[in-house]
């Protein structure tokens, strides 16, 4: 066993892990940060990391704002804690709620604060259940969620995400979630068969899918713009269209789930103008704060709103939140974001730097060991192959894409290995283009270290 420190020892004793393995943590423990500069963190012994997944795809402004952690300071020397419920509210919060409005990417009637993506998918799923019960639609329950999908931990959130692993040992997922194929050509396609030919079949699959179980029973459909922890996957151009022309024929809601891709992660504000799409309810996280608060939001449509007034007035009150719902000093800080945003022309940047990012990683596509190169802004995908040309990924049990990670962080940089080694990159918001020819000359590397310890292998 490797010499640790304490702080290691403490945390393999007492702390138990998120998506860990807890018996790796035990024997081994934990690789302990200490501080954050930039788009770099570091660890315990001084060694340093780019960190191109922004931690959990979310600390888009890096690891240093020296502004948020004023707003934070400020703001908790003047009201550090109050809730909005029983009709009241800190003044912080009302001027969040109204400048979100304004970012919306499509005409919205207000916002409902939380704490994590997670929450806000649960809470869509709630409210959804409650509009149909104040519609007199008591029969229309039923979610469609895609395949490979993510929506967080919570129960609900859990039932609707299209990620198995896991799942079954929590007694999830629930009923009344329906799955339909996720949009990923490479992976889904068959044999000879085209990109339009693939979306005809999955809008198809769909269409059939409200038939046999009936409109009147289907409340939502509810989907990432880009998948991002199924494997960064990019919809086929005309799909999502051709979906939402479906869900509006058969009174189907859709809720556009932007924890990922909201607040500039795509090179637009939203996910919702890159695709087009003209959700009912918008769940965004993440980078609402830049990851330096816990604070999410639901965005809700004018005629959701009016339901749900029209359910308080039966009931007496809107039966839902948490203690800390648009807590004070996340919401100074998800503030302070948003002027950094427009102040420093955030979208700007990812649209060039993003730009120089995928010609780079289409660039690493031609690799021998990469089966595809996929991304879009500063969000990106290879996966790994056995063999390119049948596109056909390597054995779970060989372990390559962990075996890359490895070697990718002893160069300093930090990626993640989705299960199907998909190797996901998702760099701070403020990366620069010198910094993004870091990541992907370390990256290169490790490919190359990687194919020869598979022919070592062989």
């Given at each position: ?13 007492y ?6 393995n ?8 934990p690789?302990?940060?200490?501080r ?10 001084g ?11 979310c600390?888009?402004?890096g ?18 804690y ?6 009241r ?25 939380a ?11 709630k ?7 104040v ?36 007694d999830?997922p629930?009923?009344?979630v329906?799955?339909v194929s996720a ?9 000879g ?7 005809d ?10 038939r046999q ?29 051709r979906?939402?022309?479906l869900l ?8 556009a ?14 996910g919702t103008?890159?695709f ?10 993440k980078?609402?704060s830049?990851?330096y ?15 749900l ?10 039966g ?7 807590h004070p000093?996340?919401?100074a800080?998800a ?8 102040e ?5 940047h990812?649209?060039r730097?993003?730009?120089h990012?995928q ?8 690799h ?25 990924p390597?054995?779970?049990g060989r372990g390559?894409?962990?075996?890359f ?11 993640r ?32 270290d ?9």
């Open positions: 066993m490797k010499n640790r420190s304490d702080v290691s020892e403490r945390d393999a004793a702390h138990l892990h998120p998506y860990s807890l018996r790796q943590i035990e024997t081994e423990g690789l302990v940060m200490t954050g500069d930039g788009i770099r963190v570091f660890d315990e012994n060694k340093a990391y780019i960190e191109a997944m922004s931690g959990l795809w600390a888009g402004l690891f240093s704002e020296r502004r948020l952690a004023d707003a934070a300071y400020r703001q908790m020397l003047e009201l550090p109050y809730h909005s419920f029983n009709n509210v800190p003044s912080v919060v009302a001027e969040l709620a109204a400048e979100l409005i304004a970012w919306a990417p499509v005409p919205m009637g207000r916002v409902l604060f704490n994590s993506g997670s929450e806000s998918n649960d809470a869509a799923w409210i959804v259940h409650y509009i149909n019960n519609r007199g639609k008591p029969r229309k329950k039923k979610f469609i969620a895609r395949k490979r999908s993510y929506h967080g931990t919570t129960a609900v959130a859990s039932a609707l995400s299209g990620l198995e692993g896991g799942k079954a040992i929590f999830l629930i009923g009344g329906l799955r949009p990923h050509y490479y992976g889904g396609a068959r044999p068969e085209s990109e339009g030919e693939f979306t079949r999955l809008v198809n699959e769909l269409d059939e899918l409200i179980e009936g409109a009147d029973t289907i409340a939502a459909f509810i989907a990432e713009p880009v998948t991002g922890g199924g494997g960064v996957i990019i919809p086929p151009e005309g799909y999502y269209p979906i939402q022309e509006k024929a058969n009174d189907i809601l859709f809720i789930d932007e924890v990922i891709s909201g607040f500039g992660r795509l090179g637009e504000p939203f103008q890159v087009g799409l003209t959700p009912d309810i918008i769940t965004v996280a980078m609402l830049s990851a608060a816990p604070i999410s939001a639901l965005y809700l449509s004018e005629e959701i709103c009016a339901s007034a029209e359910g308080s007035d039966r009931m007496g009150y809107f839902h939140g948490y203690t800390y719902s648009g000093v996340s919401a800080v503030l302070e974001v948003l002027r950094i945003y427009k420093d022309a955030i979208m700007d990812v649209r730097v993003g730009a990012f010609a780079g990683l289409r660039r690493l596509g031609a021998p060991l990469v089966g595809e190169a996929r991304g879009i802004g500063l969000v990106g995908a290879l996966e790994l192959a056995d063999d390119k040309a049948a596109r056909r390597f054995e779970p390559v894409g962990a075996y990670l490895r070697r990718v962080m002893e160069r300093g940089v930090i990626l290995n989705i299960p199907g080694d998909i190797i996901a990159f998702s760099p701070p918001l403020i990366t620069t283009e010198a910094e993004i020819d870091e990541i992907l000359a370390a990256t290169e590397a490790s490919l190359d990687t194919i020869n310890w598979l022919q070592g292998q062989r």
